[in-house]
């Protein structure tokens, strides 16, 4: 452990292959499904992440620092192409050298995710750079500008025709049959709401409603997903509304977070603890 300026604790971490890193002392790493890693913070404000590979020798052979350059200068092409904000930077170093650029990248799944759990056994996943905090009566998760703004919520619908919709379907035995309950008692849902319902489709665990808020003059687009659950006698309704303003809805990064959010709501996950039964 070392003090940097008095302030910050950090350590050494190994990241395989002779790589190691610096990182603040209260950072955690974590090894991605697409080869890179991820560092940052507990609280998902700072992440960094990063891939390092050996690059196969040249024939005929070499010198280190020679193919050091060449693949630097396979970076800068990269960078040129993909775009950067401001200029490229270049360093020379004792081993090779340094590349430098700043990307306006759009959200992906390259991005890396981080699982929420909403409330109870409800999981959804946002990416990894978005910022998330608890408000009153949900979670508010955001992009690194403030932009898009999603909050979830979670409750029980107690509607009569939503319940009556689930009676007359019967107890759900499995996930097929879970579906087409979730479905009918969507279809009740969705005659409640005061959303313009696009579609409503069956999911793992029952039905999708999405729509968009009817709000004319609002500063801000507001598409929203219901992730409408039965149990044996009610409904658990996981509510996501994505708030972008209107000037951005369009803008190609915009675009990718609805659909980002929209893959996601649909792989939503139950997730119990060993010791929590659901009685409901």
């Not at 409330?119 to 949900?138: F, H, K, M, N």
């Not at 793992?204 to 219901?226: F, H, K, M, S, T």
Request: hydrophobic share 40%; charged share 25%; glycine share 8%.
């Amino acid at each position: 452990m070392s003090k940097t300026g008095g302030q910050l604790d950090t350590k050494l971490v190994e990241l395989g292959d002779d790589f190691s890193l610096v990182v603040p002392m209260d950072w955690t790493c974590a090894w991605l499904d697409d080869g890179r890693w991820q560092c940052g913070d507990r609280d998902g404000i700072f992440q960094c992440y990063f891939r390092h590979e050996i690059a196969p020798p040249t024939d005929p052979p070499a010198y280190p620092l020679n193919h050091a350059q060449r693949c630097l200068d396979i970076m800068r092409r990269w960078l040129e192409e993909l775009g950067t904000i401001g200029g490229i930077d270049e360093r020379r170093t004792i081993s090779g050298g340094i590349v430098h650029g700043i990307t306006e990248a759009l959200i992906n799944e390259g991005l890396g995710l981080r699982d929420l759990r909403l409330d109870g056994p409800v999981v959804v996943s946002v990416p990894a750079t978005w910022s998330v905090r608890q408000i009153e009566d949900g979670i508010l998760a955001q992009g690194p500008d403030g932009v898009p703004q999603l909050v979830a919520r979670v409750g029980h619908d107690d509607d009569d025709a939503v319940l009556r919709a689930i009676s007359e379907a019967g107890p759900a035995q499995n996930f097929s049959e879970m579906a087409e309950v979730g479905f009918r008692a969507a279809i009740a849902l969705a005659r409640t709401l005061a959303v313009v319902v696009s579609s409503i489709d069956r999911a793992e665990y029952g039905a999708i409603i999405a729509g968009e808020l009817d709000a004319p003059g609002a500063a801000d687009q507001r598409l929203v997903w219901y992730y409408v659950i039965p149990t044996r006698t009610r409904c658990i309704i996981a509510g996501l509304e994505l708030a972008i303003p209107l000037e951005l809805r369009d803008r190609p990064d915009m675009v990718e977070a609805k659909s980002m959010v929209a893959r996601e709501i649909a792989k939503l996950r139950l997730e119990f603890d060993d010791d929590n039964d659901d009685d409901d």
